[in-house]
């Protein structure tokens, strides 16, 4: 037999720090009654949308995304020339390639780092989070930056009254290196190819057409399988990992709808204790960015404590879906 490949064990991961970037202006529902045939009444009744983010001409993918990088390397204690790799999950780069996840390696400078962009929509930060979580623990990385940045507002088409008032802009970031103990829990994830048409652009990039493609979304089979499908992965997602939901101090899913959020607080029968994050009342759906934004405004809010359990759960267009426990730097 030829000679083996040498493989050597990793040690555990975990988030070491996590940023974000919020963009300066605010639309709230009034404002967007302006673009679109709807009410503030209605707008929080069936999702709990107070206000969005939408970002300025200035504010490019590139900008949130750096601004939330930076300050996940601080709360880390790192610079960009710790990292060894950089994963940014966006459907917002709208240059098909090269990724923009070299250029933000470069801009960081985190020279030579590996770095591509993955495409699983609200679903990507806890992709990005699985893979570098496989990377550290494999030998593969050390220091591995994990970004969510989405500029949803460039691709809404303003007075579609299904879909304008839901997304917003922002972005998240952390920063996922060794650990003594596990700091992130088994990846339960998959997908539905079949669906792909519940949430997607009205048309090719290539295809003839006056306006740009936009987000379509039909709303009720997208909030029917958020509801009953994934929430229920959830369960597997705390039994894969070794806890049940007592042990939790912490619940992020995905921000698309608080509707959503309570029936999957009903199906997990989550438990008083657990803190649950809202921040979908203040940023709309940011896609792969809300999860990483929930984190730190919990932060900022003082409703968290770093070292509490925390599930992670992101769902979206594909359809995709992922979630893993982890540990709160
Ligand atoms: C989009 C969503 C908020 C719509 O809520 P809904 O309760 O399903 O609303 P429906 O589409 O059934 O419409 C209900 C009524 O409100 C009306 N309506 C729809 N959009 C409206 C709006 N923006 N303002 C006011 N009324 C609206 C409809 O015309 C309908 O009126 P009718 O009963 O007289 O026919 C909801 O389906 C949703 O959140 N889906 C999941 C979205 C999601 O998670 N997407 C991202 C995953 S990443």
Redesign the pocket.
């Known amino acids: 037999m030829s000679k083996q490949i040498t493989v050597v064990d990793g040690p555990h991961s975990a988030i070491l720090g996590i940023g974000s970037y919020r963009p300066s202006r605010v639309v709230d529902n009034a404002e967007m009654c302006t673009m679109?045939?709807?009410?503030d009444e209605?707008?929080r009744q069936?999702?709990g949308i107070i206000e969005r983010r939408w970002a300025t001409d200035d504010e490019t993918l590139m900008v949130m995304a750096l601004g939330a990088a930076r300050k996940a390397l601080d709360h880390a204690g790192l610079q960009g020339s710790d990292l060894d790799a950089v994963i940014v999950s966006t459907v917002s780069h709208l240059t098909q390639f090269p990724a923009i996840a070299p250029q933000i390696a470069t801009e960081l400078g985190a020279t030579d780092a590996a770095a591509y962009d993955i495409l699983a929509?609200?679903a990507g930060f806890c992709y990005g989070l699985a893979q570098a979580d496989g990377l550290i623990r494999n030998g593969s990385a050390t220091r591995v930056l994990v970004i969510g940045a989405e500029k949803l507002s460039e691709q809404l088409d303003k007075t579609d009254?299904?879909t304008a008032?839901?997304f917003g802009d922002g972005a998240g970031a952390a920063v996922v290196g060794p650990s003594d103990e596990p700091g992130i829990g088994p990846v339960v994830w998959g997908s539905d190819g079949a669906a792909k048409d519940v949430?997607r652009l009205t048309r090719h990039w290539d295809e003839p057409g006056d306006e740009p493609p936009y987000i379509h979304?039909d709303?009720?089979p997208?909030?029917r399988w958020?509801s009953t499908t994934v929430a229920k992965k959830t369960l597997e997602m705390l039994a894969r990992a070794g806890l049940t939901v007592d042990d939790l101090d912490v619940f992020i899913p995905?921000q698309?709808?608080d509707?959503?959020i309570d029936a999957m607080i009903r199906t997990l029968k989550m438990p008083e204790h657990v803190t649950v994050a809202r921040d979908i009342s203040h940023m709309g759906?940011t896609?792969a960015a809300s999860i990483p934004l929930a984190i730190e405004a919990m932060f900022e809010r003082g409703e968290v404590k770093s070292g509490q359990l925390a599930l992670i759960v992101g769902?979206?267009?594909g359809l995709v879906y992922a979630g893993q426990i982890i540990r709160l730097p």
């Not at 679109?36 to 009410?39: A, G, N, Q």
Request: hydrophobic share 50%; with cysteine; charged share 15%.
């Open positions: 679109i045939d709807s009410s209605w707008i069936r999702t929509a609200c009254r299904t008032f839901l949430i979304m709303g009720q997208v909030f958020a995905h698309a709808n509707r959503i759906n896609s769902f979206g267009a």
